[in-house]
């Protein structure tokens, strides 16, 4: 067997890329290797959602491309969000790079395999507007193994924030076929996974794009809930203004589907949102989450939010932080805003925060996240949960399994048994500022 190594950069839609791509290679001879310097194929999966990470991947491409020079027979790719956008420019920037695959074109690698395998040099790049289905269901998915399964379930973006790269390199919003999610998820489920989350930039729009049936999200929902078996069901990410109350309701009828929602806000100045093309204001995203909290007993509701938005007064920022305060948002993941070509918001040098201010907003954002999420965890101090344990690790000399709550806490639990994929009832017993602590009921 030969071997390929694929570098996975950024969200969990390139981690379902790299187990797709994994799963192609496997049909041509190919088996992963966690070592690159064993590799006779490798590939960087990139991101491009902040400067960092792109100029991360073409450093990773350097120091390839340096290991080619005593060992020709090397292939080296590069796929993913930059592959996308940079297409053939690639080349001139990283000659040793033998392929460019950008994200519509996954499907395409297996005959990129066999072109470059001749000598030649492949840039697959086009943008489409179709699902990827017809082509998928030619091969299987190498899953990573574990416990949760990721499942895209939409392709693409149609909202165009001015701060974002995610509709040029991912394009349009494109819903996939609920025959195809459907079988992937029972093909996961009977290999022993024991969670599916259904992934997409908008999950709560899946299903707008078809025109031959009315099927949404919560009808997804609902057919997956009927599969047989003990297993959770999870989506991300929710944008405000696409949660409907059948959604809502959905969640909590479906005892398989998790008290969990992600909704980020971005700020929480009704001006930078405006600003931000986002399509709501404070007030209502106030509406969404009060409803949300009110109708899913033992919600967690987790948001993102960026600091330093061109433009962005210390005012503004304020109300950022009292946002977190009072949505009681659970936990946040943050950015300070970095600017993307393309995107409108990288236009506005003239407003650009100086990057001492953003940094510090950054930190007075992130210390509010680490209140915010220990005060959210004491609420279940004393509490019995179901958690679903995913790792076994030595943590300061001790050994812990540790696991999710159905609403998304993470739970370290002392024990010398690995009892990864088992349900465990625990008592809480306490809680650190990241995890909750617990103990066999
Ligand atoms: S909703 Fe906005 S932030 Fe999210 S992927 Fe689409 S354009 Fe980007």
Known sequence: MKKVYIETMGCQMNKSDTERML???SYFGYEETKNPEQADLLIVNTCSIRQLSEDKAFSQLGVWGKWKQSKPALKIGIAGCVAQQKAKSIFKRAPYVDFVLGTHKIYALPEIIEKISKGEKICECTETNTTEDEQAVKYDIKRVKGVNAWIPITEGCNNFCTYCIVPYTRGRERSRLPETIIKEAKDAL?????????????VDSYGKDFKDRNYRLADLLRELNA?????????VTSYPTDITDELI???VELDKVCEYFHIPMQSGSSEV???MNRRYDRETYAGIVAKVREMVPDVTITSDFIAGFPGETEE????????????????SNLAAYSPREKTVAAKWV???IPEDIKNER???LNKKVQENCLKSNLKYVGREMEVLIENFYDHKGKMINTGKTRNFKTVHIPCDKDLTGEFVNVKITGTKTWYLQGDFT
């Open 23 to 25: 799963g192609m290679l």
């Open 249 to 251: 309701k959905t969640v």
């Open 273 to 275: 949102l405006k600003a």
């Open 362 to 364: 950054f930190q007075r």
């Open 227 to 235: 599969i047989e078996g003990k297993f959770r069901i999870r989506f």
């Open 316 to 331: 503004q920022f304020q109300q950022t932080l009292s946002a977190i305060d009072e949505f009681e948002l659970d936990y």
């Open 190 to 202: 009977n290999t022993g996974f024991k969670e599916i989350t259904l992934l997409g930039q908008n």
């Open 350 to 352: 003239d407003k650009f």
